[in-house]
C-alpha cells in the first residue's frame, strides 16, 4: 500500500470556497472559475499516490499548484475537498492536536528560502524542531550534531546563519528536517534560490542522503532538469490539475499532451536515459556447451557472437563465430580456451551519457550486467543512438510478455533487434567451415 494518498483533493481560495467547487468539479477553467466567482482555483481533483522510500517530484510552472498541493498533505493549507490518507490514516479527518503530534513527528519541510532564526546559532537552528517537540537539550544536542554531521557541516554548529553560503544555509535547513528523524520530508523548492553549481551540489548531495536513509520525499520544483535528475517519479501539473505521472524516462518517451512536451524539448536525453531502458535481451550460451551448440545458435539466429554465461547466469565473456568455428575445427569440447574475457559491461542504471564512451571503444555490445555479475541485456550502438534521438520505447516491466530481441556485432550493419544485416541490405551470407556453417554477413 502506498504511504501518501491523495484522492480527489481539491483547494479553492476565496470566501465561499464550496460554492465554486461545482465549478471545479465540472471541469470549468481556472480562469473561468475566477471570472464567476471570483475564487481561486489551486488544486483541482489531484488524486495521487506516493510510495514510502520514493522521491516524488511534483512540478510546474508558477501558479499550477504544487507548492498549494505540498502544503495540503500536512493540512498546513487545508483542502477544500477530498482526502490525504497517510499510511492509510485519514490525516483530513483528525482533530487539531493529533493533527499537530502528526506535523512534528511524522512531517519535516525544507523550504526555498532557508527560514532559518538569525539570532540562533547554526547548532540552535538545527535544534528547534527537537525543541518544541520537548526533547530534552542532551538528545536534541547530540541528535543535531549528527544530522550536521550528516550533510557536513559539523564545524560550524557555532556560527550563526549570516556568516553562511546560501549553499551551507540550506544544508542547515535540510539537517535541521533529517534532526527530526521524521519520514517525510517536504521539500518546496528547496535549491531553487541557489546558484547553479551549488544547486547541482545540493541535489547530489540529496541523492547521496536518500541512498543512505530512504526517506520518502515529496520535492517540488519548475525545473524538469531538477525533476529528471531527482525523481523516481514526476507528477506534472498545470492550472491545477496533474497532466502527467511517470518515471523520468517516461516523461521524455511518452509526454502525455503538448504541454508535457514543452517541457522535454531542450533535455538532454543521454543524461536521463540509462541502459535499462534501451537495452535488450542476449542471446547466450555456457562455456560447457562447447563451440557447436555456440555455432548452430549462431546459425540459427543468423548472429555473429553470442554472450557465454555460468549456470548463474552471471557474465563469463563472449564468443564469436570465427572463434568457435575454429574451435570445433581443433576438436575443443568447451568453449574455456576461446572465451573473450574483456567484454565491455555496465550497470543497467549507466546512463547514455557514460555509456557513450564505453561503446565507441568497442565492436561488440555492451553486456548489462546487475550488482551479482548477472547478465540482464545488452547494447548495442544503434540503440544508444535511437535513445540519444529521443526514438525509444521505454522497455516494459519483466514478465510483460514482450518478445525478446537477439543480438549480432555492434558494427552498424546489424538492426535494432541484433538480427543480421548487410550494408547493402540484404540477409548475410553463409560459408562453409568443415561440417559446420556460420552465419558471418553480420561481421
Not at 519541510?109 to 538545527?126: D, E, I
Not at 565473456?317 to 576438436?331: I, K, M, N, P, S
Request: charged share 30%; hydrophobic share 40%; net charge neutral.
Amino acid at each position: 500500500m502506498a504511504q501518501i494518498v491523495v484522492d480527489d483533493v481539491y483547494k479553492l481560495f476565496g470566501p465561499r470556497p464550496h460554492e465554486a467547487l461545482a465549478l471545479a468539479r465540472a471541469g470549468r477553467s481556472k480562469d473561468e472559475i475566477l471570472r464567476r466567482t471570483g475564487h481561486t482555483l489551486a488544486v483541482a481533483g489531484v488524486s495521487l499516490a506516493i510510495e514510502k522510500g520514493e522521491i516524488f517530484v511534483i512540478m510546474g510552472l508558477s501558479g499550477s499548484g504544487k507548492s498549494t498541493l505540498l502544503r495540503c498533505l500536512n493540512r498546513l493549507v487545508e483542502p477544500t475537498a477530498g482526502r490525504i490518507l497517510l499510511d492509510g490514516e485519514d490525516v483530513t479527518a483528525l482533530p487539531p492536536r493529533a493533527l499537530l503530534q502528526l506535523r512534528r513527528e511524522r512531517f519535516a519541510m525544507v523550504f526555498q528560502h532557508f527560514a532559518l532564526l538569525p539570532h540562533r546559532t547554526v547548532l540552535g537552528n538545527v535544534e528547534y524542531g527537537l525543541e518544541v517537540r520537548g526533547v530534552d537539550a542532551r538528545r536534541r544536542r547530540q541528535r543535531a550534531l549528527e544530522a550536521l554531521e550528516t550533510v557536513g557541516l559539523a564545524q560550524w554548529a557555532d556560527s550563526y546563519p549570516g556568516e553562511l553560503s546560501g549553499g551551507m544555509r540550506q544544508r542547515v535547513g535540510l539537517a535541521r528536517a533529517l534532526a527530526t528523524d521524521a519520514d517525510i520530508l517536504l521539500m518546496d523548492e528547496a535549491f531553487s534560490a541557489l546558484d547553479p553549481l551549488i544547486r547541482r551540489e545540493m541535489q547530489d548531495e540529496l541523492l547521496q542522503l536518500q541512498a543512505e536513509l530512504q526517506r520518502t520525499i515529496v520535492f517540488i520544483t519548475h525545473d524538469l532538469s531538477e525533476a529528471l535528475k531527482l525523481g523516481d517519479r514526476i507528477a506534472i501539473m498545470r492550472d491545477g490539475r496533474v497532466v502527467q505521472v511517470d518515471t523520468p524516462e517516461g516523461v521524455l518517451a511518452r509526454p502525455a499532451d503538448d504541454y508535457v512536451a514543452s517541457f522535454t524539448e531542450d533535455v538532454d536525453r543521454s543524461k536521463v536515459f540509462t541502459a535499462r531502458t534501451v537495452m535488450r535481451r542476449p542471446e547466450t550460451v555456457r562455456e560447457s556447451d562447447g563451440p557447436r551448440v555456440a555455432l548452430r545458435k549462431m546459425e540459427e539466429l543468423q548472429l555473429s557472437s553470442v554472450f557465454v554465461v555460468d549456470r548463474e547466469r552471471r557474465l563469463r565473456g563472449l564468443v564469436t563465430a570465427d572463434d568457435a568455428l575454429e574451435a570445433a575445427r581443433r576438436g575443443e569440447r568447451t568453449l574455456a580456451a576461446v572465451v573473450r574475457r574483456d567484454v565491455p559491461t555496465c550497470s543497467p542504471e549507466t546512463t547514455l551519457r557514460d555509456l557513450i564512451p564505453v561503446i565507441a571503444r568497442s565492436p561488440w555490445p555492451v553486456a548489462v550486467v546487475d550488482e551479482r555479475g548477472r547478465l540482464v541485456g545488452l547494447v548495442a550502438r544503434v540503440q544508444v543512438l535511437a535513445g540519444m534521438a529521443g526514438e525509444v520505447a521505454v522497455n516494459p516491466p519483466e514478465g510483460s510478455g514482450e518478445p525478446a530481441q537477439a543480438h549480432g556485432r555492434d558494427d552498424g550493419a546489424s538492426t535494432a533487434g541484433g538480427r543480421s544485416q548487410s550494408a547493402d541490405g540484404g540477409a548475410g551470407q553463409t560459408r562453409e567451415g568443415g561440417d559446420v556453417s556460420v552465419a558471418g554477413g553480420d561481421r
